[in-house]
């Protein structure tokens, strides 16, 4: 075969061939950009999970917001609850203080009063035997008996008297101890409670940030605005 007769074979295979690998190329580019465009659906359908959990972890964010803020008022009022109790504590600390101061003080007037009692007592029985001895007792002498015996009527009085200031004393302690006693209990509860709501309120202060924390980085991910 001669070098013309070659140079025709190849260019008729070559025209032949041409068709062929334009299709070949052609498929070769759509295979490319249906697997460009399969990569894209894939990358749409995980961002669209990654915004789902954003909007999801967004919502929950607003709700730990807002019990955080629901749980600081309480704390507040509870604050506030707590400083009332203890100021009443205080007027009941000092009630009792008093009263008992009362008490003791009443208690030693009685004692003295009991004391002077017993001393007049002893001295209108001396007297008595002095005179039931004597045929003809004197006048001051039977004078100083009615003195005494008056005195002694008028301590029994007076003890009487201290006698019932006492008891009154003596329930006022009662009762401003029970008072006491039941602010205590008051305070104790309210304390208790405080304690609680604080460290609620500390969980959910580190939750809020956690979640802040996690929104921000789906905002990056994403590339989104603080709006969405």
Do not use: W
């Not at 025209?15 to 295979?31: D, K, V």
């Not at 005494?148 to 006698?163: H, I, V």
């Not at 029970?178 to 602010?183: A, D, K, S």
């Amino acid at each position: 075969m001669s070098n013309l007769q070659l140079e025709a074979v190849i260019k008729l295979r070559d025209m032949a061939m041409r068709p062929l690998q334009a299709f070949q190329r052609q498929t070769n580019e759509s295979s490319k950009a249906l697997k460009e465009m399969r990569d894209r659906l894939k990358e749409i359908d995980r961002n669209q999970a990654t915004i789902n959990h954003f909007k999801k972890l967004k919502n929950e964010l607003s709700e730990t917001t807002k019990s955080l803020a629901a749980a600081k008022d309480k704390t507040r009022n509870l604050a506030q609850e707590l400083q009332a109790a203890k100021t009443i504590q205080n007027a009941h600390t000092q009630a009792v203080h008093t009263a008992s101061e009362r008490v003791k003080v009443l208690s030693a007037h009685q004692a003295q009063h009991s004391k002077e009692m017993r001393d007049a007592q002893t001295r209108v029985k001396a007297l008595t035997e002095q005179i039931r001895a004597q045929k003809a007792p004197s006048e001051a002498m039977c004078h100083e008996l009615i003195q005494t015996k008056q005195s002694l009527k008028n301590l029994s009085k007076e003890q009487q008297d201290y006698q019932s200031r006492l008891k009154a004393a003596q329930g006022v302690l009662k009762a401003a101890t029970h008072e006491l006693t039941q602010n205590g209990a008051a305070i104790k509860i309210l304390t208790r409670d405080f304690d609680g709501l604080k460290k609620s309120a500390s969980a959910l202060k580190i939750e809020e940030k956690q979640q802040q924390e996690q929104l921000q980085r789906l905002r990056d991910s994403l590339g989104l605005t603080h709006s969405l």
